[in-house]
């Protein structure tokens, strides 16, 4: 007999690929999703959806009092760096207090099993990579701070009340499936950037800075395909079973550079995708990676999609199909 679940921000890009994984290992879905960030068109059919915030009392009491809820996957966040540092107040109420409601709603009906989403911006700018689980956690911007005060919370809240979590930290998120993709409004992220170009959506893609300390002078990043992740994630719930807390970073241990995601992009497409360089951002560290070494040994976790080329091809399936995106504009 299947668990119910209850998936937060699960009308977005990874929790409604985490509730379509869950759906079909025989599970029950409700999601939490204001639909703001999320799109009703990325939710798998079956599963029961709560259009709210997570941080309100009556949409938390909707979701847990129509049916026990036996374990809960946490989604809903904000999740973009350079928006954080223009509005640090927005992040820790949206990311740090919606999820002490969302913790005080649990205790209240009793679920004891919380998976989290939390970022491996928790590090800031590592003194080694790939990044190990142990790494002082220095956050660079108040949303890696935001999720690590979660963390912090988290960890109180095992010690007092006993609740089992697991935290899965991660940078990149990208790829696609042939139901789910990226689609986020404004489009920040490198990937989807990038095939906006090569389907005409944009002129070029903007490369910010070439003089860095790595092999070609772009800066050095994580990719991780998003059904991997969320595979993760579904591992991590099943293991709560048996010990708590569980703390995991994810990635693909070694990185590829801003350079070699364009010209990877460029062979998967078949388009030029013209680039052009641009100053530093402020914050950036020049080599970001994690190291997934712990999940793998004790979950025995890996990853489908290894390769650049794969995750990309994935990915530009998705938006040749779906060229508009899941079609809801957003304001």
């Not at 807390?245 to 350079?259: A, D, E, H, T």
Request: overall charge negative; charged content about 20%.
């Amino acid at each position: 007999m299947g668990m119910r679940i209850l998936v937060t921000g699960g009308a977005g890009y990874i929790g409604s690929t985490v509730a379509a994984q869950l759906l079909e290992l025989g599970h029950r879905v409700v999601v939490i999703d204001d639909l703001r960030r999320g799109h009703r068109g990325a939710l798998p059919e079956r599963v029961e959806l709560v259009e709210g915030n997570v941080g309100e009392a009556q949409t938390l009491e909707r979701a847990f009092s129509a049916e026990p809820v036996d374990a809960v996957m946490h989604f809903a966040a904000l999740a973009e760096v350079g928006e954080s540092m223009q509005a640090p107040e927005v992040y820790f109420h949206n990311n740090t207090s919606n999820t002490l409601r969302l913790i005080e709603a649990m205790l209240k009906h009793g679920v004891a099993k919380l998976v989290f989403s939390s970022t491996a911006a928790v590090f800031g700018s590592p003194e080694r990579s790939p990044i190990e689980e142990t790494a002082p956690k220095r956050p660079t911007n108040p949303y890696g701070e935001s999720k690590l005060m979660v963390e912090q919370m988290l960890a109180w809240f095992h010690q007092i009340h006993g609740l089992r979590y697991a935290t899965l930290r991660y940078f990149n998120v990208a790829g696609g499936n042939p139901n789910r993709g990226e689609d986020h409004t404004p489009e920040s992220h490198l990937i989807p950037r990038i095939l906006q170009v090569a389907l005409g959506q944009h002129k070029s893609i903007k490369i910010f800075g070439d003089d860095y300390p790595t092999p070609d002078g772009t800066c050095v990043r994580d990719y991780i395909h998003v059904s991997d992740l969320a595979q993760a994630h579904v591992l991590a719930l099943d293991a709560l079973n048996q010990r708590a807390p569980l703390i995991y970073n994810l990635g693909n241990g070694k990185g590829f550079s801003v350079r070699e995601v364009v010209e990877t992009a460029r062979r998967v497409t078949g388009h030029a995708i013209p680039a052009e360089i641009e100053g530093r951002r402020a914050g950036d560290p020049p080599v970001l990676v994690a190291s997934s070494e712990k999940i793998g040994r004790e979950l025995g976790w890996t990853p489908k999609f290894a390769a650049l080329e794969s995750i990309i091809a994935s990915a530009w399936e998705w938006h040749r199909t779906h060229p508009k995106g899941y079609g809801d504009a957003k304001a």
